[in-house]
């Protein structure tokens, strides 16, 4: 019968005297299965009795649910494990999950404490709260050829767990997923999962070996939040978001590698990173979300690239670390009087040639004492041959070349500015600034 006729029939049975009754419609190879909709033949496994705690070893050893069940001389589709359906069973050791259970109920394994194995072969199926709440000892669990994702909140505190692999087939991690899991120490995404769920693998304080898939294109809010042994994480080149608190208190991390495929980076998402050494800034990023690595007191310099349009409130709050800020945008971003809270404001802003000023006149940016020019674009572009050309104190000094040697000079912008012939050596009187100096096939940056 249906739990909605087994509570009727307490009804009536109160009325008409003491009779017994169960809440699971029948029992098959040792399970116990309650008939959901007798018209659409489905049926879901529920404990014996009338409640959870009525029996405490009705499921022992190693049990595997069967797709479909013959009852009655009619084939009832398996696809339902109900609400704390094996709970309190101490002596369960492992759970084989067929791919035909599409929901898991709440509490379904609570309190199996003797659990060490899961087999999860659900093609798509959602879970409960705390399905395992209290399986201390799940130390394993394997997940099959057939399933395409893993339910939000379904492994979640698990502390048992140790390593986890994530097959190819798998598509999405659910919310959840595996948070608070920790004893997790390594986990493989496979190269099929394209997203991760929010928290997914939150508060997972001892994972310390990431490997993320590379069809992955999305890491979803907290899902490494407060993940503490986490040292080093390579985010895959298809990866195009990284969402509000995406690494949020990772303190032991020292590196990400951020591909150039990050498009949006959330906020918060490394905030407290205070291991942090170093990131580049991809270069589809136009705007630094509010704190995004605000309190990561390790870092020492940062570069923005030119197309960096805003940089939010808090976005390096508490960053006392910095050394160095370069900003390669001619004109200053956009920030708030905020943004660098709390960060030395006498340490070198490098900005772009002939930008000092307009940073010096912009509002909160003029906070900075020591802006300056960034030279580290006066670089050598091409060096073939034997020839020297240096600048010193105004005049460009040219040396080793041929006998009636042309050299000609350029602005940064490819105007021509000065040509000429010479003979092994020339010095050549300009105002100060940086030139093109091209003598033969060799082209030149130098600074006078």
């Given at each position: 019968m249906s739990r909605v006729l087994y509570r009727l029939c307490v009804v009536v049975a109160s009325?008409?005297?003491?009779?017994?009754?169960?809440?699971?419609?029948?029992?098959?190879?040792?399970?116990?299965?309650?008939?959901?909709?007798?018209?659409?033949?489905?049926?879901?496994?529920?404990?014996?009795?009338?409640?959870?705690?009525?029996?405490?070893?009705?499921?022992?050893?190693?049990i595997y649910i069967p797709a479909t069940v013959s009852h009655e001389d009619v084939v009832y589709d398996v696809v339902s494990i109900s609400d704390y359906a094996f709970a309190e069973n101490l002596a369960l050791e492992e759970i084989d999950i067929p791919s035909s259970i599409a929901t898991i109920g709440n509490y379904a394994f609570k309190g199996c404490n003797?659990?060490?194995?899961?087999?999860?072969?659900?093609?798509?199926?959602?879970?409960?709260?705390?399905?395992?709440?209290?399986?201390?000892?799940?130390?394993?669990?394997?997940?099959?050829?057939?399933?395409?994702?893993?339910?939000?909140?379904?492994?979640?505190?698990?502390?048992?767990?140790?390593?986890?692999?994530?097959?190819?087939?798998?598509?999405?991690?659910?919310?959840g997923s595996f948070s608070s899991c920790v004893g997790l120490k390594q986990i493989t995404i496979g190269n099929g999962v394209t997203s991760i769920g929010r928290y997914?693998?939150?508060?997972?304080?001892?994972?310390?070996?990431?490997?993320?898939?590379?069809?992955?294109?999305?890491?979803?809010?907290?899902?490494?939040?407060?993940?503490?042994?986490?040292q080093v994480i390579d985010i895959p080149n298809r990866v195009t978001s990284?969402?509000?608190?995406?690494?949020?208190?990772?303190?032991?991390?020292?590196?990400?590698?951020?591909?150039?495929?990050?498009f949006e980076i959330g906020a918060y998402a490394f905030s407290g990173c205070s291991s942090l050494m170093g990131f580049t800034i991809p270069a589809r990023i136009t705007k630094i979300e509010v704190g995004t690595w605000a309190g990561c007191v390790s870092l020492k310099e940062i570069t923005f690239h030119d197309k960096i349009q805003q940089i939010?409130?808090?976005?390096?709050?508490g960053c006392t670390g910095l050394t160095a800020i370069t900003s390669q945008a001619v004109n200053p971003p956009k920030i708030a009087d905020d943004t660098f809270l709390d960060v030395d404001k006498s340490i070198p802003l490098y900005v772009p040639q002939g930008s000092v000023e307009s940073y010096r006149m912009t509002s909160y940016w003029s906070e900075f004492d020591n802006i300056k020019e960034d030279l580290s674009a006066v670089e050598k572009i091409e060096a073939e041959g034997v020839c020297e050309v240096v600048g010193c104190n105004g005049v460009l000094l040219v040396k080793g070349v041929a006998d009636d040697a042309i050299v000609t000079i350029y602005a940064l912008g490819g105007?021509?500015?000065?040509?000429?012939?010479?003979?092994?050596?020339?010095?050549?009187?300009?105002?100060?600034?940086?030139?093109?100096?091209?003598?033969?096939?060799?082209?030149?940056?130098?600074?006078?």
């Amino acid at each position: 019968m249906s739990r909605v006729l087994y509570r009727l029939c307490v009804v009536v049975a109160s009325l008409v005297g003491c009779i017994e009754l169960y809440a699971h419609d029948f029992e098959a190879d040792g399970i116990y299965y309650d008939i959901i909709d007798s018209d659409e033949k489905t049926i879901e496994v529920t404990y014996q009795g009338n409640s959870y705690d009525e029996y405490s070893a009705e499921y022992s050893g190693v049990i595997y649910i069967p797709a479909t069940v013959s009852h009655e001389d009619v084939v009832y589709d398996v696809v339902s494990i109900s609400d704390y359906a094996f709970a309190e069973n101490l002596a369960l050791e492992e759970i084989d999950i067929p791919s035909s259970i599409a929901t898991i109920g709440n509490y379904a394994f609570k309190g199996c404490n003797d659990l060490k194995m899961v087999r999860f072969n659900a093609v798509r199926c959602t879970s409960g709260a705390y399905v395992f709440d209290g399986c201390n000892n799940l130390s394993a669990i394997e997940i099959g050829s057939s399933v395409i994702s893993i339910p939000g909140g379904l492994f979640s505190g698990c502390i048992g767990l140790s390593e986890v692999v994530i097959p190819d087939n798998v598509k999405t991690i659910g919310n959840g997923s595996f948070s608070s899991c920790v004893g997790l120490k390594q986990i493989t995404i496979g190269n099929g999962v394209t997203s991760i769920g929010r928290y997914a693998f939150k508060d997972c304080v001892s994972l310390s070996d990431v490997t993320i898939g590379n069809s992955v294109t999305a890491i979803n809010s907290s899902a490494f939040e407060n993940c503490t042994a986490l040292q080093v994480i390579d985010i895959p080149n298809r990866v195009t978001s990284i969402s509000d608190d995406a690494f949020k208190n990772c303190t032991a991390l020292t590196d990400v590698i951020l591909p150039s495929s990050v498009f949006e980076i959330g906020a918060y998402a490394f905030s407290g990173c205070s291991s942090l050494m170093g990131f580049t800034i991809p270069a589809r990023i136009t705007k630094i979300e509010v704190g995004t690595w605000a309190g990561c007191v390790s870092l020492k310099e940062i570069t923005f690239h030119d197309k960096i349009q805003q940089i939010g409130a808090y976005a390096f709050k508490g960053c006392t670390g910095l050394t160095a800020i370069t900003s390669q945008a001619v004109n200053p971003p956009k920030i708030a009087d905020d943004t660098f809270l709390d960060v030395d404001k006498s340490i070198p802003l490098y900005v772009p040639q002939g930008s000092v000023e307009s940073y010096r006149m912009t509002s909160y940016w003029s906070e900075f004492d020591n802006i300056k020019e960034d030279l580290s674009a006066v670089e050598k572009i091409e060096a073939e041959g034997v020839c020297e050309v240096v600048g010193c104190n105004g005049v460009l000094l040219v040396k080793g070349v041929a006998d009636d040697a042309i050299v000609t000079i350029y602005a940064l912008g490819g105007t021509l500015l000065y040509s000429t012939i010479v003979s092994e050596v020339a010095n050549i009187v300009l105002p100060h600034g940086i030139y093109l100096v091209q003598v033969g096939h060799v082209v030149e940056k130098v600074l006078l």
